[in-house]
Antibody, heavy 120, light 110 residues
Framework: EVQLVESGGGLVKPGGSLRLSCVVS????????MSWVRQAPGKGLEWVGRIKSKTDGGTTDYAAPVKGRFTISRDDSKNTLHLQLNSLKTEDTAVYYC???????????WGQGTVVTVSS | QSVLTQPPSASGTPGQRVTISCSGSSSNIGSNTVNWYQQLPGTAPKLLIYTNSQRPSGVPDRFSGSKSGTSASLAISGLQSEDEADYSCATWDDSLNGQVFGGGTKLTVL
C-alpha cells in the first residue's frame, strides 16, 4: 500500500523556522520526483516546489513566493522528503501536502497534509 | 490570484451533467497537459483526470476531461451527491518554470 505521511507542522512565530518531513512507503522513493503543495485556509492549492530523483540530477525548483526561504531535500536511505521553511511569514500559514511530482507520475499520490500556522 | 482561472462555484441536481472550465495561456495549458483533482471536505486532493482526459483506475467514467487550445474542461455526468467537492485544475507553466493551479471550483449537488 502506498503511503505518504507528513509530520513536523505546528505553530511558529513570524520570522521563525520549521522542518517538515514526509516518509514514503509502497513505491520506489529513490526513483520518484517529489513535490510539496500547500493550501491556505479557505484558498486553492499552491505549488511550493519539487525535487527530482538523484538519477535525474536531484535538482530543485521553487515557486516565486518561497524561493530563497524554503529548501526541499531528500534522504533516499530513509525514504524521506524534507521541506525546510525559514523566514516564515503569516501568509505561509497552510496545510502542506507531500506529493509525487507532476512530471513523475502525474502527481498521482498525496499525503494527508500537515498544518503550519505562522502567528505571533 | 491563480494563474489558471476557474469559476468559484458550480451546481447541479442529481443525474444532471455539469462542466467546470479552466482557462490559462500559451505558456501553461497551451503547451502542457492538464490534471484535475477532486478534494472532498477535510481531505487531501485526489487525482481525478491526468493528461487532459485520462482517468486513473477507480475513477468512474462519469468523469471526463478535455482540452482545447488554452482551456480545459471537466465534465461530470449522472451527478451524484457524493460528487459534492472542490475541483481544481493544474498544469506546468513553462514561463514560470513551475506547476500552476486553478483557484478551485466548489461543486454543490442541489
Amino acid at each position: 500500500e502506498v503511503q505518504l505521511v507528513e509530520s513536523g507542522g505546528g505553530l511558529v512565530k513570524p520570522g521563525g523556522s520549521l522542518r517538515l518531513s514526509c516518509v514514503v512507503s509502497g513505491f520506489t522513493f529513490n526513483n520518484a520526483w517529489m513535490s510539496w503543495v500547500r493550501q491556505a485556509p479557505g484558498k486553492g492549492l499552491e505549488w511550493v516546489g519539487r525535487i527530482k530523483s538523484k538519477t535525474d540530477g536531484g535538482t530543485t525548483d521553487y515557486a516565486a513566493p518561497v524561493k530563497g526561504r524554503f529548501t526541499i531535500s531528500r534522504d533516499d536511505s530513509k525514504n524521506t522528503l524534507h521541506l525546510q521553511l525559514n523566514s516564515l511569514k503569516t501568509e505561509d500559514t497552510a496545510v502542506y501536502y507531500c506529493t509525487t511530482d507532476l512530471g513523475y507520475d502525474y502527481q498521482r499520490r498525496w499525503g494527508q497534509g500537515t498544518v503550519v500556522t505562522v502567528s505571533s | 490570484q491563480s494563474v489558471l482561472t476557474q469559476p468559484p462555484s458550480a451546481s447541479g441536481t442529481p443525474g444532471q451533467r455539469v462542466t467546470i472550465s479552466c482557462s490559462g495561456s500559451s505558456s501553461n495549458i497551451g503547451s502542457n497537459t492538464v490534471n484535475w483533482y477532486q478534494q472532498l471536505p477535510g481531505t487531501a486532493p485526489k487525482l481525478l483526470i491526468y493528461t487532459n482526459s485520462q482517468r486513473p483506475s477507480g475513477v468512474p467514467d462519469r468523469f471526463s476531461g478535455s482540452k482545447s487550445g488554452t482551456s480545459a474542461s471537466l465534465a461530470i455526468s449522472g451527478l451524484q451527491s457524493e460528487d459534492e467537492a472542490d475541483y481544481s485544475c493544474a498544469t506546468w507553466d513553462d514561463s514560470l518554470n513551475g506547476q500552476v493551479f486553478g483557484g478551485g471550483t466548489k461543486l454543490t449537488v442541489l
